[in-house]
């Protein structure tokens, strides 16, 4: 079993950063990729970025690219989402994910949710 646990959230103006954390415990070597993904009131739950666990490869959400960047440290057992240039319209409670699956991988191929974290953008 993984469980997942995001930190890192909060209010920000716009124009800020906020670097987003996922701690990781349990069965990590089962873990293929993590992804990082958000959902806004009334908005469905979207993909922005994911990584291997073990090789490192990223790939992003075109919404987010060039302003977003996932990484991990292996040694930490931790994922982090930076997120600069902050917009309003990134308010949205933020999650990450654990999938057994080699990715890219669909949202429903993840198995495994942290409780999210609250980030809040004010313009």
């Known amino acids: 079993q993984v469980h997942l646990v995001e930190s890192g959230g909060g209010l920000v103006q716009a124009g800020d950063s906020l670097r987003l954390s996922c701690v990781v415990s349990?069965?990590?070597?089962?873990?293929?990729?993590m992804g990082w993904f958000r959902q806004a009131p009334g908005k469905e739950r979207e993909f922005l970025a994911a990584?291997?666990?073990?090789?490192?490869?990223?790939h992003y959400a075109d919404s987010v690219k060039g302003r977003f960047t996932i990484s991990r440290d292996n040694a930490r057992n931790t994922v982090y989402l930076q997120m600069d240039n902050l917009k309003s319209e990134d308010t949205a409670v933020y999650y990450c994910?654990?999938?057994?699956?080699?990715?890219?991988?669909?949202?429903?191929?993840?198995?495994?949710w942290g409780q999210g974290t609250q980030v809040t953008v004010s313009s």
């Open positions: 349990g069965r990590t070597f089962s873990m293929k990729d």
């Open positions: 990584i291997a666990w073990k090789g490192g490869n990223t």
């Open positions: 994910a654990a999938t057994s699956v080699p990715g890219p991988v669909k949202m429903s191929e993840y198995d495994v």
